[in-house]
């Protein structure tokens, strides 16, 4: 499984971005998938995933903000962040375990500005 992460960039408070994590190897569908980001000297924290069967669970700070969902014909997991706020600046990565293994993509840093 090769899980590749896209999407980061600038943007104000207040401001979107979609994270999309594309999977190969693989079929998306099929996996449960999660966000976490980083900031410099701390422990990668979840964000957000979704399993096999479509359910969702997210990190206090992104319920009402951040969606996860599936995009089967795109073979990705999309992160929509809204009204995101300048402690949203990080690393992102995407994450997925698939018989014991864990496999991360490379990250995709969000920078938010207020």
């Known amino acids: 499984v090769q899980l590749q992460a896209s999407g980061g960039g600038s943007v104000q408070a207040g401001g979107s971005l979609t994270l999309s994590c594309a999977a190969s190897?693989?079929?998306?569908?099929?996996?449960?998938i999660a966000w976490y980001r980083q900031v410099p000297g701390k422990r990668r924290a979840p964000v957000a995933s979704?399993?096999?069967?479509?359910?969702?669970a997210y990190a206090d700070s992104a319920k009402g903000r951040f969606t996860i969902s599936r995009d089967n014909a795109k073979n990705t997991v999309d992160l929509q962040m809204n009204s995101l706020k300048p402690e949203d600046t990080a690393v992102y990565y995407c994450?997925?375990?698939?018989?014991?293994?864990?496999?991360w993509g490379k990250g995709t840093l969000v920078t938010v500005s207020s």
């Open positions: 190897g693989s079929t998306a569908s099929k996996l449960t």
């Open positions: 979704i399993n096999s069967v479509d359910s969702t």
């Open positions: 994450e997925s375990r698939v018989d014991g293994t864990e496999y």
